[in-house]
């Protein structure tokens, strides 16, 4: 049995060495509903640490690469479908998902809310902690692809999706730019605080009901603490926060966060955890079509 990371550059350390011995297997199946004239869309199937087979969509531009590419880091949330982008026409687009969500769920199916909680008592069965690993190899699988060649990445990505994006961009090199929108506090001492909504508050409702747990929680979160690896993102990012958002991302963390990126442009909203919602969908549009140097 693996034994529990001591610390968070031993968590990261470990998730390294589980996903180098874990041979990826990839399978591509052209899905004909949803490949356009400009684009091919495929079913993707690959392995992650822990003998999890998981699910992405991906897409491959028409035309003579190499191509950009577009990786939405999944959500909280149990499905991940495959979305739409102006950007789909110029860039290869990958929709990764993390063990536990539909499609990637063959060894576990994770409940919503009750992910944030699963096996939180021990960093060993923490089961959210996986994602995190998954959001690795989801780089590690677009690399690899032989019919494309792939030139700049950006990653993107709301909440826990957000979190994840940050995460990879702090331990894979080559990252162009993140679009973080709202990104989930979890790891950060805020995400403990009583009274916050949902999906943070399910951490709240275990310590109500698990109140002698309060250390374990904050020590087993902190392992993935944003603002710990926050130093190591070298790509420029685009946050955005709600002003009054207690859900996800409040507004303390975000500027907390932001100031411990080298490069972060943070737009703050007047709203909650949807983070500046169309508005900001525009703006984030904008200015990941021009760090990939693709027109929209």
Not at 14 to 34: K, N, S, V
Not at 36 to 63: C, I, K, T
Request: with cysteine.
């Amino acid at each position: 049995m693996t034994s529990a990371p001591s610390s968070s550059a031993a968590f990261w350390e470990q998730t390294e060495a589980q996903l180098a011995e874990t041979p990826p297997d990839i399978t591509l199946e052209r899905d004909a509903f949803y490949s356009q004239p400009e684009w091919d869309v495929f079913r993707m199937h690959y392995n992650s640490s822990g003998g999890h087979r998981l699910y992405a969509w991906f897409s491959v531009p028409h035309g003579d690469g190499p191509f950009p590419a577009l990786v939405r880091m999944p959500d909280y949330g149990s499905v991940h479908d495959i979305i739409y982008t102006p950007l789909r026409q110029h860039a290869v687009v990958m929709n990764p998902t993390y063990r536990g969500q539909r499609n990637s769920d063959v060894l576990v199916r994770a409940a919503y809310p009750g992910l944030l909680t699963d096996g939180i008592d021990s960093a060993e069965t923490y089961t959210l902690l996986g994602a995190y690993a998954d959001a690795l190899r989801a780089i590690d699988i677009l690399r690899e692809q032989q019919q494309v060649q792939i030139g700049a990445i950006a990653l993107t990505g709301a909440g826990l999706g957000a979190a994840l994006a940050l995460a990879t961009a702090a331990h894979r090199s080559g990252i162009a730019a993140v679009a973080a929108d709202t990104p989930m506090a979890l790891g950060h001492p805020t995400a403990l605080q009583p009274g916050l909504g949902y999906p943070l508050g399910e951490l709240g409702d275990y310590l109500r009901a698990y109140p002698d747990s309060l250390e374990t929680v904050a020590g087993i979160t902190s392992l993935v603490d944003p603002i710990g690896f926050a130093g190591s993102v070298q790509a420029p990012v685009l946050m955005s926060a709600g002003r009054f958002d207690r859900s996800l991302c409040p507004l303390s963390f975000a500027e907390a966060l932001a100031a411990a990126l080298p490069d972060c442009d943070l737009r703050v909203y007047e709203g909650a955890a949807e983070g500046g919602g169309h508005e900001h969908g525009q703006v984030r549009g904008a200015w990941l079509a021009e760090k990939l140097g693709v027109s929209r």
